[in-house]
């Protein structure tokens, strides 16, 4: 089982519609989640982070975190066509990981006019 | 602020030759890591440091080597180049490897090993 699994795009949403961008990771001992943006040929940029179980919201995206089901979302509500880009979960452990993150593969998102 | 430079952008190298992937940053911070991102992948971490002088391995360190000795830079070497290490790197920084701390990328470099 891979450490940090997002669901597999690409995922492809019209214009002013909810996108729903899904991770579940591995390590239990995991504290802090990230979401990562990252236009074609560009480096990733922070989005939002959460470490409390529930939700967090900064404009249109809304982050969400299930401690117990190992489970983070991003939601990105009347998504626009700059919005597509790939979308990269991080996940940072405590202990000996501290400050380091662990990726998963992305999920490429389209959003068509 | 610059944030975190990388050179060279693109680069291309025989089997077999060394290169040095230059990396710096202008924000003081004491973490900076180097990534690789293969195509349609997410980032694999190679090597970290917490501070100038003290570094170590990541996820995916053989055919690497790093260095720091100044809080500013960080270069990443390749010795004895192969396909294998044909991808996109990206050096990052932190102010410090706290939990909820956000890592700054440089703009990459593109690397192909023929």
């Known amino acids: 089982q891979k450490e940090v699994e997002q669901n597999s795009g690409p995922l492809s949403v019209p214009e002013g519609a909810i996108a729903s961008l899904n991770c579940t990771y591995s390590?239990?001992?995991?504290?802090?989640f990230f979401w990562y943006r990252q236009y074609s040929g560009k480096s990733p940029e922070l989005i939002m982070f959460?470490?409390?179980?529930g939700d967090k919201e900064d404009g249109r995206f809304t982050a969400q975190l299930n401690k117990a089901s190992q489970y983070v979302s991003l939601l990105i509500r009347d998504s626009q066509p700059s919005d597509s880009a790939t979308y990269l979960c991080?996940?940072?452990?405590?202990?000996?990981?501290?400050?380091?993150?662990?990726f998963g593969q992305g999920t490429i998102l389209t959003v068509h006019p | 602020n610059a944030g975190v430079t990388q050179t060279p952008k693109f680069r291309i190298l025989k089997i077999g030759q060394s290169m040095t992937l230059q990396c710096t940053q202008d924000?003081?911070?004491?973490?900076m890591y180097w990534y690789r991102q293969d195509p349609g992948m997410g980032l694999k971490l190679i090597y970290y440091?917490?501070?100038?002088?003290?570094?170590d391995k990541g996820e995916v360190p053989n055919g690497y080597n790093v260095s720091r000795s100044t809080t500013e830079d960080f270069p990443l070497r390749l010795e004895l180049a192969a396909p294998s290490q044909t991808s996109v790197y990206f050096c990052?920084?932190?102010?410090?490897?706290?939990?909820?701390?956000?890592?700054?990328f440089g703009p990459g470099t593109r690397l192909t090993v023929l």
């Open positions: 990052a920084s932190s102010r410090q490897g706290d939990l909820y701390n956000e890592q700054f």
């Open positions: 390590d239990r001992g995991s504290q802090s």
């Open positions: 959460i470490y409390s179980n």
């Open positions: 991080a996940v940072m452990t405590g202990g000996t990981s501290y400050g380091k993150l662990t």
């Open positions: 924000m003081n911070h004491n973490y």
């Open positions: 440091s917490v501070g100038a002088g003290i570094t």
